[in-house]
């Protein structure tokens, strides 16, 4: 069966003159999701988000219909994890999209504790592994069977895009091992993904590994401490930076395999030393401007 490849409805979006793209962000309706969601409805795409709060995800279309308006935007309650919604789920995709050229799996959490192994409910781990790792590979299952019934030519021309960590990002993370090690399995996951659809002639879907980076979210800083948040706050970029540069990378994506980062590597580490050396900079100024002003009325005194 081949889906039709048509769009169900043309979005009045004003955009340049260039082919719309039906895109799914799974986990859609706040953070990064959300601002990725708003950076290709002002491109003129259309997008399906879905996550686990439905009225959440209800309020988060709304919001993205306000924001801008006349796009074409729909959004769902729907788990990752849950196999028995997927046939609603993926009804709901096709029908509204018809074709879907990128999906996105970015749901995912961090779990509830950030401290040793020992210290972490299981119920915690679970909730941090299932909906990291089974979510991501149930997503990457259900994203194949449609776009491989889609019409291609000999290259990649549908994408999947999954949030894993690299070695070096496990290593930097602070999180708690189920989170680490669940990450470092969707990586896996889209290594062994792309080779499979190469093995099998899968030649029109390309699978891609998305690095955003450090991202001011409520996963970011969850059950932290006051020091940590406050280095966090201070080397995260907020959603809407991040998104728009992705965004176009997403877009312009080629080939069966790849790792998109926000920034390269070098990029972040030089920036997050900058940014560390400007607060330390701003610190002692203020210090030096704060024994300036007690001096200056009468609270300081000069001895030689």
Sequence with gaps: MTLNANRLTESP???????????????????????????????????????RDNERVEQAVG???????????????????????LGRFRSFVVTRLGRIDRWINNAGT????????????PDDMMETISTNLYGSMLMCRLAVDIMGRQPFEDRSRYHIFNMGFSPFG????????PHKASKLGVAALSGFL????GEHEFRGIGVHELS???VKTDLLTRDTSGETAAFLDLVAEEPGKVA?????????????????????LPAMGARIVLKLAGHRAGGLFADLRESVERFRKGKGSAKG
């Design 13 to 51: 979006c004003p955009v340049e003159e260039r082919e719309q793209l039906g895109i799914v962000i799974t986990g859609g309706s706040r953070g990064l999701g959300y601002a990725l969601a708003r950076e290709f409805l002002l491109g003129g795409d259309r997008v399906v988000i879905c996550g």
């Design 63 to 85: 919001a993205l219909r306000s924001e801008v308006g006349g796009c074409e935007v729909y959004g769902t309650g729907f788990d990752v994890r849950d196999s028995e919604a």
């Design 110 to 121: 961090a779990g509830f504790r950030k401290g040793p192994l020992w210290e972490i409910e």
């Design 170 to 177: 496990a290593r930097f993370s602070r999180s708690g091992i």
């Design 194 to 197: 792309a080779a499979e659809l």
């Design 212 to 214: 955003p980076g450090l």
């Design 244 to 264: 728009r540069v992705l965004a176009g990378k997403i877009r312009a994506v080629h080939g069966r395999e790849s790792r998109i980062r926000y920034l390269p």
